[in-house]
């Protein structure tokens, strides 16, 4: 860690790396958080630098919390304005920050919460006078009509300045206490999504350099196998990986000996965007596992006009009818077991892909036979090695919900029925119970 005794040497340090970035920054983002006292006194500060420009959000004011942006565009009318707040001097959407910053420090990690990639952090603090009050912050809910509210500073601070979810939501400092926090984050390299699956791993990266310019640095842990060194490309790539690994080291370096992102992760984790895909599939193999029930049905792959199509149309109508629910297309019905790709290509098999022409027909037959039309989204995905779509029924919002011909069903256990049209067809319908309470 860096440390630095003055402004100026806090400043030079951040024009030199600023200096570096190719292409340069569009700007930064200043937001700052005043406690209101007899004046508006500064408690935190955050300085973003961003690689596009973004609008600033209107002032937040709730009374004893205040907070607010402002965009400063250029990546040296931006530094300028940074300058002129550790000095003193600076203000933000008009109002002054007077205090001054004359301790900084520099380190570099990695900022999941705030921008999702590695970089650098300057924390600088403030010049506290002999004898001055500490800030202390109420720890009262923050609310004020038409604004979003909070459990207390603490959380509204954390969330509005840094773009962090705080674990706790209570605390009588602000995040970063008295600081200005400035992040330059890493703009060569991110990883956007990483899955470790047994024996290997599936990475997507973004690259704004040339592929073969960037290492990543593999570590592992527990196996008989060290370590292992891949040329990094744009895009998705899979990397074998040790079969008896416990533990996953990742570094991307570039040629001037830089780390410029780190992840660790524990054998089949996950990281960014595979984290919600490996929760997915995660669900849809325990669906598989436990048979059908009242939000679970399983259908084969399907031709176009053959009657299982008339079945998938009632278990969509009776799920946005109950309380929504899965149907997989490509398993048994009596077992869920996947069916594989042969099956799939004896009805979809001519040309093209075959999983997405049973897609479009899946939802061609929910626009066309299903009235009102209910949300229904159609996900490919693959249990075992094989293909199935999985089609997620949302709970209607429209009820009741019926076939092309009239015809509505209601979900009993793993079966669809037909509702009965003079007592559970009225249950169904928006303040159906108000006749009962009312009348």
């Given at each position: ?10 400043i ?14 569009a700007?930064?983002?200043?937001r700052?958080a005043?406690?209101r006292?007899?004046r508006l ?34 990546q ?8 002129e ?14 205090d ?23 924390l ?33 601070i ?46 997507d ?17 527990g ?8 040329i ?43 984290r ?27 031709s ?21 629910g ?8 009596r ?64 009820k ?32 159906s ?7």
């Amino acid at each position: 860690m860096d440390q630095f005794s003055t402004q100026r040497a806090f400043i030079d340090r951040l024009a030199e790396l600023l200096r570096r970035q190719t292409p340069p920054y569009a700007g930064a983002k200043l937001r700052v958080a005043f406690a209101r006292r007899d004046r508006l006194q500064f408690a935190t500060a955050c300085v973003l630098f961003c690689e596009h420009q973004t609008p600033s959000r209107q002032p937040q004011d709730y009374g004893f919390l205040v907070m607010m942006e402002e965009w400063v565009g250029g990546q040296e009318d931006a530094l300028n304005r940074l300058s002129e707040l550790v000095t003193g001097r600076g203000c933000v959407e008009g109002n002054k920050v007077e205090d001054k910053f004359s301790r900084s420090e520099l380190d570099r990690e990695m900022y999941l919460g705030l921008t999702g990639r590695s970089g650098w952090r300057f924390l600088s603090h403030m010049d506290k006078a002999p004898g001055s009050s500490e800030l202390y912050l109420p720890q009262d809910p923050v609310l004020s009509p038409g604004l979003k509210p909070y459990l207390g500073a603490f959380g509204a601070i954390n969330r509005w300045i840094f773009d962090v979810q705080s674990p706790t939501q209570i605390g009588n400092q602000a995040p970063f206490h008295e600081s200005i926090v400035t992040l330059l984050p890493e703009t060569r390299v991110r990883l956007t999504s990483a899955l470790w699956l047994p024996g290997s791993l599936q990475l997507d990266l973004d690259l704004q350099t040339g592929s073969g310019e960037m290492e990543l640095q593999l570590v592992y842990e527990g196996s008989d196998k060290e370590s292992d060194i891949v040329i990094l490309q744009h895009g998705s790539m899979e990397i074998p990986i040790p079969e008896d690994a416990r533990k996953l080291n990742m570094f991307v370096v570039d040629g001037h000996r830089s780390c410029l992102a780190t992840l660790d992760l524990a054998p089949y984790g996950s990281y960014g965007k595979a984290r919600k895909v490996l929760g997915a599939t995660q669900q849809y193999a325990k669906d598989l596992e436990n048979g059908e029930n009242d939000t679970v049905e399983y259908k084969p792959f399907m031709s176009p006009h053959e009657p299982k199509e008339n079945e998938f149309v009632e278990t969509v109508v009776a799920f946005a009818n109950a309380s929504g629910g899965r149907i997989y297309l490509g398993v048994s019905d009596r077992d869920g077991t996947p069916q594989g790709k042969g099956e799939l290509r004896k009805h979809f098999g001519k040309d093209g892909d075959p999983l997405s022409a049973q897609a479009a027909r899946l939802k061609s037959l929910v626009r066309e036979r299903i009235k009102p039309v209910p949300v229904v989204t159609i996900r490919p995905s693959e249990i075992h090695g094989e293909p199935l779509l999985v089609a997620e029924v949302e709970v209607g919002n429209d009820k009741p919900y019926s076939t092309h011909d009239n015809k509505a069903y209601i979900r009993k256990g793993a079966t669809n029925r037909l509702a009965d049209p003079r007592t559970e067809i009225p249950q169904l319908k928006p303040n159906s119970l108000f006749p009962t309470i009312f009348g």
